[in-house]
Structure formats: C-alpha cells, structure tokens
Nanobody, 118 residues
Framework: VQLQASGGGLVQAGGSLRLSCAAS????????MGWFRQASGKEREFQALIMWDGGSTLYADSVKGRFTISRENAKNTVYLQMNSLKPEDTAAYYC????????????WGQGTQVTVSS
C-alpha cells in the first residue's frame, strides 16, 4: 500500500493550496480517508475526514469553512483544498487511510510540507 501526498509549497497568508493524495495497493473505495498535519515541535493533529463513499465529511474546528476535503474514487485520490491560509497552518500534511467506519488509520502517506508566510 502506498499513499503519495503532493501539492505542498510556500504560499502567502490568505492564499490557497490544493493537496492531493494518490493511493495504490488498496481497495480505495472501501476506505475512509483523512488528512492530518504536524507542525514542528508539535503533535500530529487531525484536519479532515471523508467517508469511503464521499457521503460525509468531518473537520477540525480550526479549519472549518477554510478547508474542503473531497475524493475521486475512480482516480484513487483524495484532495484537501485549503483556502484563506494562515501562518499557523504551516506544517507537514499527511494523508491516511482506514477501513470504512473503522477506528484506526492503517496506512499513512509520507507528508507534504505547507509553509504559509505572513
């Protein structure tokens, strides 16, 4: 199983980025997909979750209204559209997969760095 995250970069505050996570080696349509981030010196924190069929999403309070998670099961890809970025959004962003309605994330991507300048 491989989760390949991409799309990170350097952006000014108020800007936007779209992260992608391409999955391989697993039945993507049977997995819920999540995005997490970890800032330097801090613990990893949940950002967003989308259920296996795209029918339901969940967001951390800190990103509600600014970030949107979506998926294309035909492309085995999950996205995180990030708008109105703030310097405190600076972190390494990771995608993760868990079996539908499961509790534990079984697979993790390698992370993509997002840096927001003020």
């Amino acid at each position: 199983v491989q989760l390949q995250a991409s799309g990170g970069g350097l952006v000014q505050a108020g800007g936007s980025l779209r992260l992608s996570c391409a999955a391989s080696g697993l039945p993507f349509g049977y997995y819920d997909m999540g995005w997490f981030r970890q800032a330097s010196g801090k613990e990893r924190e949940f950002q967003a979750l989308i259920m296996w069929d795209g029918g339901s999403t969940l967001y951390a309070d800190s990103v509600k209204g600014r970030f949107t998670i979506s998926r294309e099961n035909a492309k085995n890809t999950v996205y995180l559209q990030m708008n109105s970025l703030k310097p405190e959004d600076t972190a390494a962003y990771y995608c993760a997969a868990r079996r539908a309605r499961g509790r534990e994330y079984a697979y993790w991507g390698q992370g993509t760095q997002v840096t927001v300048s003020s």
